[in-house]
């Protein structure tokens, strides 16, 4: 079975602060995929990032990097220079593939509050 | 384009009502994933759907939970005889490719079992 582990229930930082999440998972598979999402106060899920099993390249993306390690099983997260807009539940993801069913196991979240 | 929509976005049902809930996914995706999330939880899966198949129902709590998609595109989650339990948010997503690619969600329906 899979699964995803958010150790972190809440983190606080001050603006600008740099700040990592991190995620554990586990799962028997070779080929899976895994994920980032933001969910901020409105509740809707915004997609950030989708790393699949063979693909351990670190990723950046302006403020927003990602450090995938096989190794130890982590897929973490980093804001650089938070700002306060960067306030929301962030969820790390984990899928598997199954001929196109690919549904989600999502860890229990880490609510991220910058503080201004 | 427009995104996954649902609605209603919040329902209040007294206990025992029955209640439907929709989801109109993007234009064009196959895959269509329904996901209950509890308050301080990650969402966890229900069912999916690849076209109008029910492929997956394994997530689904009871058999007062049923889906459908009869036309391969707007899918209904109903609950019957709603419990207190039943109160979470209820999300919707959908891909493009046959559930391989990436699920875009939409806003969800927050439902209220009094």
């Known amino acids: 079975a899979q699964k995803v582990t958010q150790a972190q229930t809440e983190i606080s930082v001050v603006e600008k602060e740099d700040v990592t999440l991190d995620c554990v998972y586990e799962t028997r598979d070779t080929t899976y995929y895994l994920f980032w999402y933001k969910q901020p106060p409105s509740g809707e899920l915004v997609f950030l990032i989708r790393?699949?099993?063979?693909?351990?390249q670190n990723e950046i993306s302006g403020r927003y990097s990602w450090n995938f390690q096989k190794s130890t099983s982590s897929f973490n997260f980093t804001i650089t220079a938070s700002q306060v807009v960067d306030s929301a539940v962030y969820f790390c993801a984990l899928s598997e593939y199954n001929f196109g069913n690919e549904k989600l196991t999502f860890g229990t979240g880490t609510r991220l509050t910058i503080i201004p | 384009g427009a995104g996954v929509s649902q609605s209603p976005r919040y329902k209040v049902a007294k206990r025992g009502q029955d209640v439907a809930l929709r989801c109109d996914p993007i234009?064009?995706?196959?895959?269509l994933f329904w996901y209950q999330q509890a308050l301080g939880q990650g969402p966890e899966f229900l069912t999916y759907?690849?076209?109008?198949?029910?492929?997956?129902k394994s997530g689904l709590p009871s058999d007062r939970f049923f889906a459908e998609r009869p036309e391969g595109s707007v899918s209904t989650l109903k609950i019957q005889r709603t419990q207190q339990e039943d109160s979470a948010v209820y999300l919707c997503?959908?891909?493009?490719?046959?559930?391989?690619?990436?699920?875009?969600f939409g806003p969800g329906t927050r439902l209220l079992v009094l």
């Open positions: 759907f690849q076209n109008e198949a029910q492929l997956d």
């Open positions: 234009s064009g995706h196959v895959s």
């Open positions: 997503a959908s891909t493009d490719m046959g559930g391989l690619g990436t699920q875009y």
């Open positions: 790393r699949n099993s063979f693909d351990e």
